[in-house]
C-alpha cells in the first residue's frame, strides 16, 4: 500500500515531457539519471513513511479486532474491518501527504537561505 502512495505522489514530479526531454538531450544516460532520481525519491517515501503507516496498522489491528470479537456478530466483521481500514488508510494517507508537503517547504526555505 505505501509503494502505491509512493508512486501516486511522484505524478506531479515524473512527466512524460520531461522525460522525453532528457532521452532528447542525453539519450539513455538521461533516462538512466531521471530513473535514478524517481527510485530515490520513492526510496526516501519507503524510509520516511513505511514505519510509522506499519506501526499505525499493529495497533490498530489488535483493536479492532477485540471490539470484533466482542460486540459484533461474525456476519459484519467484514463491513466493520472495511470502514476501520478505510479511516486508518485515509488517516495514514493525510499524515504522509502532510509531511511530504512540510519537507517541501523545509527544502524551499533552506534553497532560499543565503550560504
Same mark, same amino acid.
Given at each position: 500500500?505505501?509503494?502505491?502512495? /509512493?508512486? =501516486?505522489?511522484?505524478?506531479?514530479?515524473?512527466?512524460?515531457?520531461?522525460?522525453?526531454?532528457?532521452?532528447? +538531450?542525453?539519450?539513455?544516460?538521461?533516462?538512466?539519471?531521471?530513473?535514478?532520481?524517481?527510485?530515490?525519491?520513492?526510496?526516501?517515501?519507503?524510509?520516511?513513511?513505511?514505519? $510509522?503507516?506499519?506501526?499505525?496498522?499493529?495497533?490498530?489491528?489488535? =483493536? /479492532?479486532?477485540? =471490539?470484533?470479537?466482542?460486540?459484533?456478530?461474525?456476519?459484519?466483521?467484514?463491513?466493520?474491518?472495511?470502514?476501520?481500514?478505510?479511516?486508518?488508510?485515509?488517516?495514514?494517507?493525510?499524515?504522509?501527504?502532510?509531511?511530504?508537503?512540510?519537507?517541501? =517547504?523545509?527544502? +524551499? /526555505? $533552506?534553497? +532560499?537561505?543565503?550560504?
Amino acid at each position: 500500500m505505501v509503494g502505491y502512495i /509512493a508512486l =501516486i505522489s511522484m505524478v506531479p514530479t515524473v512527466s512524460v515531457a520531461r522525460i522525453m526531454h532528457r532521452f532528447s +538531450k542525453e539519450g539513455l544516460d538521461g533516462l538512466k539519471d531521471e530513473y535514478r532520481r524517481i527510485a530515490g525519491a520513492v526510496g526516501s517515501a519507503y524510509q520516511k513513511s513505511l514505519f $510509522a503507516v506499519m506501526k499505525s496498522s499493529w495497533i490498530t489491528t489488535p =483493536i /479492532a479486532m477485540a =471490539i470484533a470479537q466482542n460486540y459484533l456478530s461474525p456476519n459484519i466483521w467484514v463491513v466493520f474491518f472495511n470502514v476501520v481500514y478505510f479511516v486508518l488508510g485515509t488517516y495514514n494517507n493525510t499524515l504522509v501527504k502532510i509531511s511530504r508537503k512540510q519537507q517541501q =517547504i523545509e527544502e +524551499k /526555505a $533552506a534553497d +532560499k537561505e543565503p550560504v
